[in-house]
């Protein structure tokens, strides 16, 4: 069962301890629930989607459990997805052939930024949600490479 917490600071912190299919749902809620308290809930479609995406490539990719994090920004909302597995996701455009490899591409498309960062013990897969949600690039922190989806 997912484990939260809210700080001061506009965070809000989902512990995940086994990724399943049928917590997508609740955690969805918990996100818009969240979005709502903030009183940014224009961005919870995409933030919904976005969650899925991410947490379905941990269970697909990763598996066990991650920590979803979910922050508020000046202008919309970061949102955070840790695992345990050091493999770094592919965001680029996906060959006709390939049965699977859209999701993030996808998501690359709809939210402004989406990135990952390399941590001691796994990864970090993150999204910005802005309110001017339109120009989409994908970075690599910690890798010093930013480029824009073809």
């Known amino acids: 069962m997912p484990v939260g917490t809210v700080d001061h600071f506009g965070e809000f912190r989902l512990v995940i301890p086994v990724v399943r299919p049928e917590s997508m ?3 969805r809620e918990i996100v818009r629930a969240q979005l709502r308290m903030w009183r940014k809930s224009e ?5 919904e989607l976005g969650v899925t995406e991410l947490l379905t490539n941990v269970l697909r990719h990763a598996g ?3 920590e979803l994090l979910v922050s508020e ?3 919309g909302i970061r949102v955070g997805v840790t695992d345990f597995h050091g493999r770094l996701p592919v965001a680029g455009k996906p060959t006709r052939e390939a049965i699977g490899g859209r999701g993030l591409y996808l998501l ?3 939210v402004n930024e989406v990135g990952t960062q390399v941590l001691p ?15 989409t690039r994908v970075s690599e922190r910690g890798r010093g490479s930013r480029r824009t989806p073809d």
Not at 43 to 47: G, N, Q, V
Not at 121 to 135: H, T
């Open 108 to 110: 690359a498309h709809l």
């Open 43 to 47: 961005f919870s479609d995409l933030a």
């Open 121 to 135: 013990q796994g990864k970090e897969v993150w999204f910005d949600l802005r309110s001017d949600c339109g120009r």
């Open 25 to 27: 749902g609740c955690v």
């Open 73 to 75: 920004t000046a202008d």
């Open 64 to 66: 066990g459990g991650g």
